[in-house]
């Protein structure tokens, strides 16, 4: 006896609702199964031609979304050295880099300065906030790539020719990204990027 005559001997010994609900359940977990080797046989986008700026949204893609508040009001946050180390990389390597946060919060500042990066703080639309930053530097925005994971980068998404978002992103966020990455924020983003999106090594 095969394994689907058995299952479906076994359904028949169950209530007409409880078989129903069963093979409503498997059917769903088919067709889960199916969409992902469809996903996993897909290639991944080949790295872009050129990048003319590379910007990081800070709170779950350089950290890990958390954040630890002290009795006094102090508030801290975890990023990886990791990440620190690629952010330099990407700057040796002439690619300018930024971040840009909704947030103003201090420790995105001593962050940003520890990094001796550029950081835009208490950006409201970051559409609107990405148009500015490519007008002002005169970089073409289909050229820009941003790093996302919330609903609140959904205009940087629209704006910048190569959206990418991490991989614990919101799942509205991962369907707009033109690539989504396997690393969590705060958990290897930039080396990922790094490598697997632009194709660099670590001593590039």
């Known amino acids: 006896m095969s394994i689907e005559e058995r299952i479906l001997r076994e359904l028949a010994r169950l209530p007409a609702s409880l078989a129903e609900e069963v093979l409503h359940f498997t059917n769903y977990l088919a067709e889960r199964h199916a969409r992902s080797l469809e996903a996993a046989s897909d290639p991944a986008p080949a790295p872009p031609e050129r990048v003319d700026a590379v910007v990081f949204d800070f709170d779950g893609v350089l950290t890990d979304n958390r954040v630890l508040v002290r009795q006094d009001g102090i508030e801290s946050v975890t990023c990886s050295r990791g990440d620190g180390m690629g952010l330099g990389l990407l700057r040796k390597a002439g690619i300018p880099v930024f971040i840009m946060s909704t947030e103003t919060n201090p420790v995105v500042s001593a962050r940003a300065a520890k990094l001796k990066l550029p950081v835009m703080q208490a950006v409201e639309d970051k559409g609107s906030a990405l148009l500015a930053l490519c007008e002002r530097e005169g970089f073409a925005p289909e050229r820009i790539l941003f790093v996302g994971n919330d609903i609140n980068d959904l205009p940087a998404f629209r704006v910048a020719g190569y959206p990418v978002a991490v991989g614990d992103a919101m ?34």
């Open 171 to 204: 799942p509205v966020v991962k369907q707009a990204a033109w690539r989504v990455l396997r690393s969590h924020g705060g958990a290897g983003v930039v080396r990922e990027l790094m490598q697997d999106v632009l194709g660099m090594s670590d001593t590039r």
